[in-house]
Structure formats: structure tokens, C-alpha cells
T-cell receptor, first 114, second 115 residues
Framework: AQSVTQLGSHVSVSEGALVLLRCNYS??????LFWYVQYPNQGLQLLLK??????LVKGINGFEAEFKKSETSFHLTKPSAHMSDAAEYFC????????????FGKGTHLIIQP | KAGVTQTPRYLIKTRGQQVTLSCSPI?????VSWYQQTPGQGLQFLFE???????NKGNFPGRFSGRQFSNSRSEMNVSTLELGDSALYLC??????????????FGPGTRLTVL
């Protein structure tokens, strides 16, 4: 069984400040991990994914995430927030080697303060 | 290359009716997955189709069903609608989905409202 916990349903940061969105996972097999972003009235867009090639993963729009097995975490960061980053962010896990659907966290709404 | 398209974008139905939603994957993609998104339950996996066969299914009642055609287009059907079925239904396509690393590309969703 797999699960994802995103700490903080809402995160507010000032424009130009560090963005840190937390994600912890639980998986009985080595996981594949994903971060998606959803803008209002739109579908999900992939930001980045971890597939065991490298623990630090760089994605689009300046985001990156680090896989830490010992902490079962995959936190998303961006050094400097931009107003356009305001959106809902979802962490997801997929089990290895099968046609499993993605298991999503509840999401974190990122608010950017001017 | 065109993205995943879903039709219709918005739908209003009444309890007891049935509804069919359509999804056209990215050209060349053979796997289509469906998800339900609600404020209370978040994003939940419904089922996945590959080569016209359902390969995996989430924990939803039998009222939720789907199919995939030879051109990879997919439909999902919900029968005997309940108020709780009101949600955003998202379709995602990927190339093969044999490996769980395959990126799923999502459509804009169909927002279903059940009155």
C-alpha cells in the first residue's frame, strides 16, 4: 500500500522568498515520486519526477526536489517565489513495476504575497 | 502536438441519471487513466486502460465504468448518479505505462455537477 502526506494545506510566502512544500510518502516498494501543479480550472502539469536515477531532481519553472529515503521525504523547493507560482501543488507516488495509478497527497495551496 | 482533450468541459445532471465522459489522449499514447477530484477526498484513481483492456482499477463502486477504443480514445460512464459524484474528472495519458515512471499527461478535466 502507498500513501502520501503533504504537510500544510496552505503555505504563504512573500515574492522572492524560498518556497518549501513538504511531502512524505509511505510505500512497500521503492517508490517513484512526482510533483504536479494545478492552476485554477486546469488539469495537472508535471513539475518533476524521481525515478531513482538521482536523488536531487530538477524540474520546470525553477523547482527542484530531493529524495531522502531515510526520512521518506520528497520536499519541493524553489529559491525565489514568483507571483505566477501561486497554484495547488500535489505530491504523488507510484509503485514500481506495475500499471498502478498514482496515489496523490491532499495538495498544498501556495499563496504568494506581494 | 495536441494535449489531452476532454469533453464536455462542464456537465450538469440530476440524481439517478447516467453520464458519459470522453477523453482523447495525446497522439501515440496508448494508456489512459481516469481520476476523480473532490474537495473532500482529493485526487483518487478510478481506472486505467491500455490496448482496450482495463489493467488496473481503484476503489470505486461498479457504477463507475470505462472503456477504451482501438484509437486509444477512452470513455468513462457513471450510472445512477448520486450527489457525491459531483467532482472534477481528470483523464491522463501516457506512452506505455508498463513502467511506473511513465509521465502521465493530464487533460483539463470535466466538471460534473449532480443536482
Amino acid at each position: 500500500a502507498q500513501s502520501v502526506t503533504q504537510l500544510g494545506s496552505h503555505v504563504s510566502v512573500s515574492e522572492g522568498a524560498l518556497v518549501l512544500l513538504r511531502c512524505n510518502y509511505s510505500s512497500s516498494v521503492p517508490p517513484y515520486l512526482f510533483w504536479y501543479v494545478q492552476y485554477p480550472n486546469q488539469g495537472l502539469q508535471l513539475l518533476l519526477k524521481y525515478t531513482s536515477a538521482a536523488t536531487l531532481v530538477k524540474g520546470i519553472n525553477g523547482f527542484e526536489a530531493e529524495f531522502k529515503k531515510s526520512e521518506t521525504s520528497f520536499h519541493l523547493t524553489k529559491p525565489s517565489a514568483h507571483m505566477s507560482d501561486a497554484a495547488e501543488y500535489f505530491c504523488a507516488v507510484s509503485g514500481r513495476g506495475g500499471a498502478d495509478g498514482l496515489t496523490f497527497g491532499k495538495g498544498t495551496h501556495l499563496i504568494i504575497q506581494p | 502536438k495536441a494535449g489531452v482533450t476532454q469533453t464536455p468541459r462542464y456537465l450538469i445532471k440530476t440524481r439517478g441519471q447516467q453520464v458519459t465522459l470522453s477523453c482523447s489522449p495525446i497522439s501515440g499514447h496508448r494508456s489512459v487513466s481516469w481520476y476523480q477530484q473532490t474537495p473532500g477526498q482529493g485526487l483518487q484513481f478510478l481506472f486505467e486502460y491500455f490496448s482496450e483492456t482495463q489493467r488496473n482499477k481503484g476503489n470505486f463502486p461498479g457504477r463507475f465504468s470505462g472503456r477504451q477504443f482501438s484509437n486509444s480514445r477512452s470513455e468513462m460512464n457513471v450510472s445512477t448518479l448520486e450527489l457525491g459524484d459531483s467532482a472534477l474528472y481528470l483523464c491522463a495519458s501516457s506512452l506505455e505505462k508498463r513502467e511506473s515512471t511513465d509521465t502521465q499527461y493530464f487533460g483539463p478535466g470535466t466538471r460534473l455537477t449532480v443536482l
